[in-house]
């Protein structure tokens, strides 16, 4: 099974831009399609993009769409997702996910339960304040 390590992350001013990464540690991400999520505190867990297995289909929630990016790069096992135009709404844990179903290639809508996403990253902290 995958170990899915995230970095990046940080404190940014609205209108910045981070990038995350989601790095699978001991197996390929080639069998997996990666799911990212986020929660802020007193809200739930909110489904903010995907890429599927193949890497030929993504997915965002309304709120990060033109704004956010995500993007795999197979040599290195890892996922990324960019994230410009910053906003505090935007302020959460960030998580990536693994899914070997493939949600995110076959469900226009519902790529987003948690319950298709097996396996999962240690989250990082987004803030985006002045």
């Known amino acids: 099974q995958p170990q899915l390590v995230q970095s990046g992350g940080g404190l940014v001013q609205p209108g910045g831009s981070l990038r995350l990464s989601c790095t699978s540690v001991?197996?390929?991400?080639?069998?997996?399609?990666i799911g990212w999520f986020r929660q802020a505190p007193g809200n739930r867990h909110e489904g903010v993009s995907c890429?599927?297995?193949?890497?030929?289909?993504?997915r965002y929630a309304d709120s990060v769409k033109d704004r956010f990016t995500v993007s795999t790069d197979k040599t290195n096992n890892t996922v990324y997702l960019q994230m410009n135009n910053l906003e505090p709404a935007d302020t959460a844990v960030y998580y990536c996910?693994?899914?070997?179903?493939?949600?995110?290639?076959?469900?226009?809508?519902?790529?987003?339960?948690?319950?298709?996403?097996?396996?999962w990253g240690q989250g990082t902290q987004v803030t985006v304040s002045s």
């Open positions: 996910a693994a899914d070997r179903g493939d949600a995110c290639a076959t469900k226009t809508t519902g790529w987003d339960i948690r319950q298709w996403y097996e396996y």
């Open positions: 001991g197996r390929t991400l080639d069998r997996y399609a």
């Open positions: 890429i599927s297995m193949d890497g030929t289909r993504n």
